[in-house]
């Protein structure tokens, strides 16, 4: 079954402890990215990756890294968690990220953080 | 820049029909995409409209207006399991961002 897998669902932690948010997808889909879903203000993208190796800022990215070493993997990182960055995550892929009909964007479950 | 606004909220009748709109102000165009998210879920693919005019497919229709920088989402035959937010979301003209507006949450009443 085509998908896109994160690990977790849900998370609590305390300010300043580092963690990790997995995302795998097994469509062989070059693009993925990730978001952050807060009340009010809808999706807004954290990273994307165009291809292997290949990554670069959306439009929230202060406080996250990524890394691409594998195409079906896309890691999302918080060094240092904070409580403004408690928020519904979503990891999504798509065929590429050269935008025409069938690269519509399949999302993860979602992961939802709390930072306290 | 880029903007993307819809409605916040909008009601409607089961069996109804319901237009949802979205405006968009990006440079360049590489197409729009509707998405649906019900609460606490993951948004999933509704269209992609890259094209001026109508799209069908089934009870949901989307259409676009390039030089007016519009679109809607038409839902025809509203059932009740319609209820959720539909997101209306556009490339980043000469970038590899997609970019979502707030969202449209839908409530269908019996």
């Known amino acids: 079954e085509a998908q896109v897998t994160q690990n977790p669902r849900y998370l609590i932690t305390v300010t300043g402890k580092k963690l990790t948010v997995t995302c795998s997808q097994n469509?062989?889909?070059?693009?993925m990215s990730w978001y952050r879903q807060d009340p009010g203000l809808g999706l807004r993208q954290i990273y994307y990756?165009?291809?292997?190796?290949?990554?670069d800022k959306g439009d929230v990215p202060e406080g996250y890294k990524v890394s691409r070493k594998e195409k079906r993997n896309f890691p999302l990182i918080l060094e240092s968690p904070s409580p403004n960055q408690t928020s519904l995550y979503f990891c999504?892929?798509?065929?590429?990220?050269?935008?025409?009909?069938?690269?519509?964007?399949?999302f993860g479950q979602g992961t939802r953080l709390t930072v306290v | 820049g880029q903007n993307i606004d819809q409605p916040t909220e909008m009601t409607a009748t089961e069996g109804a029909i319901v237009q949802i709109n979205c405006t968009y102000q990006t440079s360049g165009f590489n197409g729009l995409f509707w998405y649906q998210q019900h609460a606490g879920e993951a948004p999933t693919f509704l269209s992609y409209n890259v094209l001026d005019g109508l799209e069908e497919k089934g009870r949901f229709s989307s259409f676009l207006s390039r030089s007016k920088g519009y679109s809607y989402l038409l839902l025809k035959e509203l059932q009740m399991k319609d209820s959720a937010s539909y997101l209306c979301?556009?490339?980043?003209?000469?970038?590899?961002?997609?970019?979502f507006g707030a969202g449209t949450r839908l409530a269908v009443h019996p």
């Open positions: 999504a892929s798509s065929l590429s990220g050269s935008w025409s009909m069938n690269t519509e964007a399949f």
């Open positions: 979301a556009v490339p980043l003209g000469g970038y590899n961002k997609l970019i």
């Open positions: 990756s165009m291809n292997v190796e290949v990554t």
């Open positions: 469509m062989n889909h070059e693009y």
